[in-house]
Structure formats: C-alpha cells, structure tokens
Nanobody
Framework: VQLQASGGGLVQAGGSLRLSCAASGTFDMGSMAWFRQAGGKEREFVAHIGQSGGAKWYADSVKGRFTISMDMRKNTMYLQMNSLEPEDTAVYYC?????????????????????WGQGTLVTVSS
C-alpha cells in the first residue's frame, strides 16, 4: 500500500487549500485519516473518513472549517481547508487502516493506522 499526499503550500490567514491523498496497492481500506504535526509537537488527529465515505469525524480545532471527502473511483482522499489560521501550520499526513473501519475513539489514535503518506507542508502566514 502506498499513500501519496500533495497540495500543501503557503497561504495567508483566511485562505484555503485542498490536500489530496492518492492510495494505491489496495482497495480494502476501512478507515483513512489526516493527521498533522507542527514543529516540536506530537502528531495530532485532524479528520477521519470511512471507506464508504461515511463516518466523517473531525478534531474540534478544525470542525466547521475543514471538510474530508473521498473519491472512490480515484481511490483518493481529500481535505478541503478553509478559513486557515496560523495555528494550522504543520506537516499534514494521510494515513490508512485496512479492512475494518475504526471506531470513533480508535480513529483518533495515530497508532491504529498501518500506512502513512510522506507528508505535505502547510504554512499559514498571519
């Protein structure tokens, strides 16, 4: 399984970006998610989506601003990020857990995901 993340960049506060995560090697993913890691901090959960496109869960810090989606024909997950804030600056990672969809509490745990993309840097200037 390979995950290829893209779409990061530099944007001003209040702006938008859309991240993509293209998956290859399997179509048997139960859960996919975005995490992020800012300098000197631990990796944190951002958003989750089930393989069927349901089970969309978000971190409180991004709820109402970010939207996770999936194009099953392209086997690609997206993260639409609006109203970006300087605090959103981080490397964003996409991840996948095979077969069964994770339950709500487990979906927020980075340790539950077997596969990771390489990360894409998002920088939000004030």
């Amino acid at each position: 399984v390979q995950l290829q993340a893209s779409g990061g960049g530099l944007v001003q506060a209040g702006g938008s970006l859309r991240l993509s995560c293209a998956a290859s090697g399997t179509f048997d993913m139960g859960s996919m998610a975005w995490f992020r890691q800012a300098g000197g901090k631990e990796r944190e959960f951002v958003a989750h989506i089930g393989q069927s496109g349901g089970a969309k869960w978000y971190a409180d810090s991004v709820k109402g601003r970010f939207t996770i989606s999936m194009d099953m024909r392209k086997n690609t997950m997206y993260l639409q990020m609006n109203s970006l804030e300087p605090e959103d600056t981080a490397v964003y990672y996409c991840s996948a857990h095979l077969r069964a969809r994770l339950i709500y509490s487990a979906a927020r745990d980075a340790g539950m995901y077997e596969y990771w993309g390489q990360g894409t840097l998002v920088t939000v200037s004030s």
